[in-house]
């Protein structure tokens, strides 16, 4: 029996290595991992989707995406055919923003949001006083594989301004209840992780593990 192709896109920035603790059963499934590559100029998300579907080499492909990558494989998936599309710890539609995120999308704030402190991990943590802000960056600092500022500079504008407003019914969600990015609250038809939180993906891998073969076979 020929094995399931399955490709996995981290968040924002983030490296591979997210997906270093998931471990799938080798007979039935064939992991591949995708990673972000810089945007060219002005590119649209659509079009960033047609490169990365290029790296996709199946067509039968189940496609798994944490957070924007989520939503990129949601993109990907309108694209090119695939088995399955499974997102984790991010949104079918811009309908389940939070109100921050649209009012940040509506007043167009992201602009002056200070992209250039992503790559600046070291001093942020120099001189953060909160330990849960300490904890993140520390994971940023682990997982982060792109600090490019046109990269974050597009990558943030393309999740604020991400247009899809019908939701595609065949996408699998998986979300955690204490997701502090998607609160749960404005997420519908998802299958719920007790305790999860937005980097559940590193923390949940215990989870993962024991439902994930399911989940993409069923």
Request: glycine fraction near 4%; hydrophobic fraction near 40%.
């Given at each position: 029996?020929?094995?399931?192709?399955?490709?996995?896109m981290?968040?924002?920035?983030?490296?591979?290595?997210?997906?270093?603790?998931?471990?799938?059963?080798?007979?039935?499934?064939?992991?591949?991992?995708l990673?972000?590559?810089?945007?060219?100029?002005?590119?649209?998300?659509?079009?960033?989707?047609?490169?990365?579907?290029?790296?996709?080499?199946?067509?039968?492909?189940?496609?798994?995406?944490?957070?924007?990558?989520?939503?990129?494989?949601?993109?990907?998936?309108?694209?090119?055919?695939?088995?399955?599309?499974?997102?984790?710890?991010?949104?079918?539609?811009?309908?389940?923003?939070?109100?921050?995120?649209?009012?940040?999308?509506?007043?167009?704030m992201?602009?002056?949001?200070?992209?250039?402190?992503?790559?600046?991990?070291?001093?942020?943590?120099?001189?953060?006083?909160?330990?849960?802000?300490?904890?993140?960056?520390?994971?940023?600092?682990?997982?982060?594989?792109v600090?490019?500022?046109?990269?974050?500079?597009?990558?943030?504008?393309?999740?604020?301004?991400?247009?899809?407003?019908?939701?595609?019914?065949?996408?699998?969600?998986?979300?955690?209840?204490?997701?502090?990015?998607?609160?749960?609250?404005?997420?519908?038809?998802?299958?719920?992780?007790?305790?999860?939180?937005?980097?559940?993906?590193?923390?949940?891998?215990?989870?993962?593990?024991?439902?994930?073969?399911?989940?993409?076979?069923e």
């Open positions: 029996m020929s094995r399931i192709p399955v490709y996995f981290p968040g924002l920035a983030a490296s591979p290595k997210i997906f270093e603790r998931i471990k799938l059963p080798e007979d039935q499934f064939e992991v591949h991992l990673e972000w590559f810089l945007p060219e100029k002005k590119e649209t998300l659509t079009g960033y989707a047609k490169r990365m579907a290029e790296k996709i080499k199946h067509d039968d492909a189940v496609l798994i995406g944490v957070s924007f990558g989520g939503i990129l494989v949601e993109e990907i998936a309108k694209i090119k055919p695939v088995r399955k599309t499974i997102i984790i710890s991010s949104v079918k539609s811009m309908k389940e923003f939070p109100r921050r995120m649209k009012f940040v999308r509506n007043t167009k992201y602009k002056l949001i200070p992209k250039r402190l992503f790559s600046k991990v070291e001093y942020l943590l120099k001189y953060s006083k909160s330990p849960r802000m300490k904890e993140r960056l520390e994971l940023y600092r682990t997982y982060l594989s600090n490019d500022v046109k990269y974050l500079t597009w990558a943030i504008e393309n999740v604020l301004m991400w247009g899809r407003t019908e939701v595609d019914e065949k996408v699998v969600h998986i979300h955690g209840d204490k997701d502090d990015v998607f609160p749960i609250k404005n997420i519908k038809n998802c299958i719920v992780v007790k305790g999860g939180t937005h980097a559940m993906i590193l923390f949940k891998h215990k989870w993962m593990n024991e439902n994930l073969p399911r989940i993409i076979t």
